[in-house]
């Protein structure tokens, strides 16, 4: 069968978080779904994409991303997802038989509004530049815009391969920190170009927003180089090219 659509899955998380207490813990919020929609069946549920990550599960974390960008979940504490009022709010207007897209939007709270954080097309270059940089101040070789093939075996290269990482730290002969700088891409894509070259990687960074940090993290988390990555804010970045205590700072985080 064809698996729910996002938008049928939306209302069954709201409730499966309201019913464990309005809090759950992500792992948990897996199982609690799948019984909801006992059509999916066993060949549903090993479909993958990205390399052996769950379909199924791929699903439910964007569904989590449009009830976080419609303010209806609270993620702000790793690996809890948290119905806020205004997802309850949804969960009584569905009851009501009242459809989402006729309820009347909910006034902005007044006060300053919260800046949305963004990398830029022009900030994406400007920060794999200043990592550029700071690889050449701690003492590595680096690469700019290096295909996987660079950072791979010759005799494990592939043949037709043109993906490529923004930059590359050579830490030792065949060890590497590869780092990509996540825009608007793919996080599957991203997950793709770090299964090519784990093997060879002490550390693996990515430059993110922290919006997108959980939906990274959640992504990783069956993969065996979770352990190796480390997530950086943009302004990490740019506080290493100010000072000698920022770049200590970024080497710290990348490293710890």
Do not use: C
Not at 38 to 53: F, K, M, N, S, Y
Not at 138 to 162: E, H, I
Not at 180 to 195: M, P, W
């Amino acid at each position: 069968m064809t698996l729910p659509t996002q938008r049928e899955v939306e209302t069954p998380l709201l409730e499966e978080i309201e019913k464990a207490g309005g809090r759950i813990r992500a792992r948990d919020v897996y199982p609690r779904l799948t019984t909801r929609f006992p059509e999916i069946t066993q060949a549903d549920l090993q479909r993958t994409v990205a390399q052996g990550h769950s379909q199924w599960h791929n699903r439910i974390q964007w569904v989590r991303q449009a009830l976080l960008d419609k303010g209806q979940l609270d993620g702000s504490v790793r690996g809890i997802w948290a119905i806020t009022e205004a997802g309850r709010k949804r969960l009584e207007a569905h009851r009501q038989g009242i459809p989402e897209q006729t309820r009347v939007p909910q006034q902005p709270k007044r006060g300053r509004p919260r800046k949305k954080m963004h990398i830029s097309a022009a900030d994406h270059d400007q920060l794999a530049r200043a990592l550029e940089k700071a690889g050449k101040a701690f003492g590595f070789d680096t690469l700019w815009k290096p295909k996987v093939n660079a950072l791979r075996p010759d005799r494990q290269a592939f043949k037709s391969k043109r993906k490529t990482l923004d930059v590359a730290w050579q830490i030792a002969n065949l060890t590497w920190v590869p780092i990509e700088v996540q825009v608007k891409g793919s996080v599957a894509d991203l997950i793709y170009r770090f299964q090519q070259v784990h093997q060879w990687s002490v550390r693996l960074v990515v430059v993110t927003v922290p919006e997108h940090r959980e939906e990274i993290k959640e992504a990783i988390r069956d993969y065996p180089f979770r352990d190796k990555m480390a997530l950086l804010d943009p302004e990490q970045v740019l506080k290493a090219t100010r000072s000698l205590d920022g770049l200590l700072a970024l080497k710290e985080a990348i490293f710890q």
